[in-house]
């Protein structure tokens, strides 16, 4: 997630557009809320230019204001010479779940190139990211103080899919549990408790790396994935894969996430929309 670097400008040039319609959606949204109107997402070219045309303060701090955070991230990625590792169509699909939910909880399992534009595109929510790599979070930490990031240890490495997958049928597998108490092999237990906790609108998996037989491979960050979502106390929480046409988020992300609860797949990203179990837990694992 943290070292492939694109260098086509014409996709850069398609996510920084992307990235700068969102802002625009987020200061007429914010212009309108603030008089009490409803915002439209149909935005004609008049509203986009008045809601850049000069206006008076009569305080030392003006309520337009775009926030120091976004200004921030528009600007990193104007002039930065790398992108996000996904593509535009990709982006899209979970960006148009965060422009519906946010500002909302958001996980993470990784940290990279798109850390930043995930933060922004949740902005006054909380978004966590989570990698197995000190060095890197200090180093990005350094650069984007403003991203909350944990370090996560996987004990599970990509040759062991296989085992992993078989295990993953057993009862204590199946069972809807708090992953940090479950049984299962495939449940990560070692996260801060607050990751546990908190009740997540979106889960992203794309890390851990998984590159080779010895990687940490990602079949434990999509089984706990799907089961912080079923553990859910109610309502419904978003899931996204990416990488899914490597064969172990291929097969975890249907067997854990489900084929019943994929609303789709767009390049290499799969989205699931998991339902709480909580209070049914007659309901099958899948559906």
Same mark, same amino acid.
């Given at each position: 997630?943290?070292?492939?670097?694109?260098? +086509? *400008?014409?996709?850069?040039? &398609?996510?920084?557009?992307?990235?700068?319609? !969102? =802002?625009?959606?987020? /200061?007429?949204?914010?212009?309108?809320?603030?008089?009490?109107?409803?915002?439209?997402?149909?935005?004609?070219?008049?509203?986009?230019?008045?809601?850049?045309?000069?206006?008076?303060?009569?305080?030392?701090?003006?309520?337009?204001?775009?926030?120091?955070?976004?200004?921030?991230?528009?600007?990193?990625?104007?002039?930065?010479?790398?992108?996000?590792?996904?593509?535009?169509?990709?982006?899209?699909?979970?960006?148009?779940?965060?422009?519906?939910?946010?500002?909302?909880?958001?996980?993470?399992?990784?940290?990279?190139?798109? +850390? *930043?534009?995930?933060?922004? &595109?949740?902005?006054?929510?909380?978004?966590? !990211? =989570?990698?197995?790599? /000190?060095?890197?979070?200090?180093?990005?930490?350094?650069?984007?103080?403003?991203?909350?990031?944990?370090?996560?240890?996987?004990?599970?490495?990509?040759?062991?899919?296989?085992?992993?997958?078989?295990?993953?049928?057993?009862?204590?597998?199946?069972?809807?549990?708090?992953?940090?108490?479950?049984?299962?092999?495939?449940?990560?237990?070692?996260?801060?408790?607050?990751?546990?906790?908190?009740?997540?609108?979106?889960?992203?998996?794309?890390?851990?790396?998984?590159?080779?037989?010895?990687?940490?491979?990602?079949?434990?960050?999509?089984?706990?994935?799907?089961?912080?979502?079923?553990?859910?106390?109610?309502?419904?929480?978003?899931?996204? /894969?990416?990488?899914?046409?490597?064969?172990?988020?291929?097969?975890?992300?249907?067997?854990?996430?489900?084929?019943?609860?994929?609303?789709?797949?767009?390049?290499?990203?799969?989205?699931?929309?998991?339902?709480?179990?909580?209070?049914?837990?007659?309901?099958?694992?899948?559906?």
């Amino acid at each position: 997630m943290k070292t492939k670097t694109q260098s +086509s *400008l014409s996709l850069k040039l &398609l996510v920084i557009s992307v990235f700068i319609a !969102f =802002l625009l959606l987020f /200061v007429l949204r914010s212009r309108l809320t603030s008089s009490g109107e409803n915002t439209s997402l149909l935005l004609s070219a008049s509203s986009i230019s008045h809601a850049f045309l000069p206006t008076s303060c009569s305080s030392t701090k003006c309520n337009n204001k775009i926030p120091s955070s976004v200004a921030k991230s528009l600007i990193h990625y104007a002039t930065s010479n790398t992108t996000p590792q996904q593509k535009l169509d990709e982006i899209s699909i979970t960006s148009n779940i965060l422009d519906k939910k946010s500002p909302c909880n958001f996980l993470v399992f990784g940290l990279g190139h798109d +850390s *930043l534009m995930w933060h922004t &595109l949740n902005f006054g929510g909380r978004t966590i !990211f =989570l990698d197995e790599d /000190v060095i890197w979070i200090e180093k990005i930490k350094k650069k984007f103080p403003m991203l909350e990031s944990y370090h996560v240890t996987y004990d599970s490495k990509v040759k062991e899919a296989n085992v992993l997958m078989e295990a993953g049928k057993k009862p204590d597998c199946t069972a809807i549990a708090d992953p940090r108490y479950s049984k299962c092999q495939l449940a990560l237990k070692g996260l801060p408790n607050e990751i546990y906790d908190i009740k997540w609108d979106l889960i992203m998996v794309d890390a851990p790396t998984g590159f080779h037989e010895n990687a940490p491979g990602r079949m434990t960050a999509i089984y706990t994935a799907g089961m912080m979502a079923r553990n859910k106390e109610n309502g419904e929480t978003h899931v996204f /894969v990416h990488d899914v046409h490597r064969n172990i988020e291929d097969k975890f992300s249907k067997a854990f996430l489900c084929d019943g609860y994929m609303k789709k797949q767009v390049g290499k990203l799969r989205h699931f929309t998991i339902p709480s179990h909580k209070n049914n837990l007659d309901m099958p694992f899948c559906p």
